[in-house]
């Protein structure tokens, strides 16, 4: 499987004998001026959403996402390719008869096995 490069690598693809991984993750972890700290694969953002607080989640940004997810309801619906009314009485017309046919034959299997059990076993 192929190596990655990463910052510090020289161009074989190894890192330099006097950098080990644990030094290039202390040194990533610390911040340049001292007061931020930075995190990986987060930065601001999961800082700002683990800071309470500051009182970020309030009612507008709620919704926010309640709008915004109402908004994305209403485009999926958009891209619905909805039946004509003819094709609509025909799906219905359709079930209803399965529905009735499957009944039936639900029904005639239940009288007839219920006859062969009364005759095995009597009345």
């Given at each position: 499987?192929?190596?990655?490069?990463?910052p510090g690598d020289d161009a074989a693809g190894e890192r330099p004998e006097d950098e080990s991984i644990d030094d290039v993750t202390a040194d990533d972890?610390?911040?340049d001026d001292g007061d931020e700290?930075?995190?990986?694969?987060?930065g601001t953002a999961v800082r700002e959403r683990t800071d309470s607080g500051k009182g970020?989640?309030?009612?507008?940004?709620?919704?926010?996402?309640?709008?915004g997810?109402?908004?994305?309801?209403?485009g999926e619906l958009r891209k619905v390719i909805w039946p004509t009314r003819r094709e609509l009485l025909t799906y219905?017309?359709?079930?209803?008869v399965f529905v009735a046919v499957m009944t039936t034959i639900v029904a005639l299997l239940d009288y007839g096995f219920g006859k062969a059990i009364l005759t095995t076993f009597g009345n």
């Open positions: 499987m192929a190596e990655r490069n990463r972890a610390r911040a700290e930075l995190t990986r694969g987060g970020k989640a309030t009612k507008e940004r709620r919704r926010g996402r309640i709008g997810f109402f908004r994305e309801v209403v219905t017309a359709v079930v209803i």
